[in-house]
Structures are given as C-alpha cells and as structure tokens.
C-alpha cells in the first residue's frame, strides 16, 4: 500500500487530486464505495458522516466524476469525493473484487436495513463487481488500519475506524 499517496483522483469538476495531499494536514479516512449508485455505499456514507470522526473523511467511488452529484443528492454528504475511474487506488488499498463478492446473498438483509433507514439502490455507476473498504492513513503516509469489505455490504464500523483514528 505504500504507493497509494502517489496516485490520483479526479474530483466532481474533473481536477486531479493526489491522493497524499488529502493527509498532508492530519490524518485521512478513505472509504473506498463499490460504486456511486451502491445502496450499501450510500448507507455507510450517512453512518460515516454521523458519526463524526475526529479526521478529514473522503469518500471515493469508481464511476464518472458526474456520479457525484447524485451520491451527494442521495446522502446529504458534504464533505469530499472524488473518483478513481482506473480502479489504480482501489488495487493499491488491496480491495477486493469479484462476481461472487457482489452477489453474495449474506449482502441481501443489509440491503433492506439500509432501505429501512430510507436509502434507495440507484443504477450501478462505476465498476459493479469492485468492493469497498476504508483505508486510515496517518499524516506521514503510514497506513493506520484498513477495512477491505469480502463483499457488498460488509461496511467498517465507524466505532472501529474511531479506535483506529487513536
């Protein structure tokens, strides 16, 4: 995981981002999204945003830049995403990918628990059989703690990426 500061993102506008600037000023929380339209994406995006981590928190999907805007909309995130069309900064966190990842059924009753709390699946924008994870890096680089998800809906609890921020 050590190249991971040396590759980019793309924002909602389509600038390039390296990925090291976003932990220059103090320790990062990168939640990797299987893709903008995941249903599981978007409710672990509000448990994140909720819980109010002491450290920047960037969410990053794998779709166009134009995805944003609905992740956004869907959300109510406010705080930074960008994109990684390539999948480069998905390999580097050493995320999982995988036909059988997705359609796990163990994924099916998170589904309805996160439409219970009112999220919605949208169409699949980015790479469908990508998984997600978060990745905690310190402000040198160091990689903190990382969460690859096994399959659609295996989140990091926000209580375990806290500890990790310690």
């Known amino acids: 995981m050590s190249d991971l500061g040396s590759l980019d993102v793309i924002d909602e506008d ?4 390296r990925l090291a600037s976003l932990w ?11 893709h903008f339209g995941c249903i599981h994406c978007r409710d672990h995006a509000v448990q994140i945003d ?8 960037v969410l990053i999907g ?6 944003i805007a609905g992740l956004r909309e869907q959300t109510g995130w406010t705080g930074p995403v960008y994109t990684d069309p390539s999948l480069a900064a998905y390999k580097a966190a050493q995320l999982k990918r995988g036909v059988l990842r997705t359609l796990d059924p163990r994924g099916y009753g998170k589904a309805l628990r996160a439409m219970a709390g009112g999220q919605r699946q949208g169409r699949t924008q980015g790479d469908q ?11 040198d680089g160091r990689i903190l ?4 998800s096994e399959r659609a809906g295996d989140n ?6 806290r500890a990790a921020l310690r």
């Open 62 to 67: 794998n779709g166009s830049p134009s995805f």
């Open 14 to 17: 389509g600038r390039t981002i």
């Open 129 to 139: 059989w990508q998984q997600g994870g978060v990745v905690v890096v310190a402000q």
């Open 50 to 57: 909720r819980a109010k981590l002491p450290a920047k928190v």
């Open 24 to 34: 220059a000023d103090g320790p990062a929380v990168l939640v990797f999204l299987r």
């Open 156 to 161: 990091a609890a926000p209580d375990l990426i």
């Open 145 to 148: 703690w990382q969460h690859a």
